[in-house]
Nanobody, 116 residues
């Protein structure tokens, strides 16, 4: 069983920065894909970024060049550094682990609000 716990969500002004962290417990494999998703009010959950255990990353077009995902395999953590935040980045951010392309785990989510 895998458990994911996010932290770091907050209220931040437009143009500001925030760093989200996700701690994974349980059996974490090198083949697991980890990532961040977000869900804004009234919208579907969407992919933000993913990272493999060897550091290969993917990003949504809307966050490229502003967000950076990183992973510490020894500590079983994944982080999301968010810079140049915009009001449209406001959402609940969820940590995700995908195993063998079919088994998925979610954290409880952390609220990010970008507002002046």
């Amino acid at each position: 069983q895998v458990q994911l716990v996010e932290s770091g969500g907050d209220l931040v002004q437009p143009g500001g920065s925030l760093r989200l962290s996700c701690a994974a417990s349980g059996s974490i494999f090198n083949t697991d894909l980890m990532g961040w998703y977000r869900q804004a009010p009234g919208k579907q959950r969407e992919l933000v970024a993913t990272i493999t255990s060897v550091g290969s990353t993917t990003y949504a077009n809307s966050v490229k060049d502003r967000f950076t995902i990183s992973r510490d395999n020894a500590k079983n953590t994944v982080s999301l550094q968010m810079n140049s935040l915009k009001p449209e980045d406001t959402a609940v951010y969820y940590c995700n682990l995908l195993r063998s392309r079919v088994q998925t785990y979610w954290g409880q989510g952390t609220q990010v609000t970008v507002s002046s």
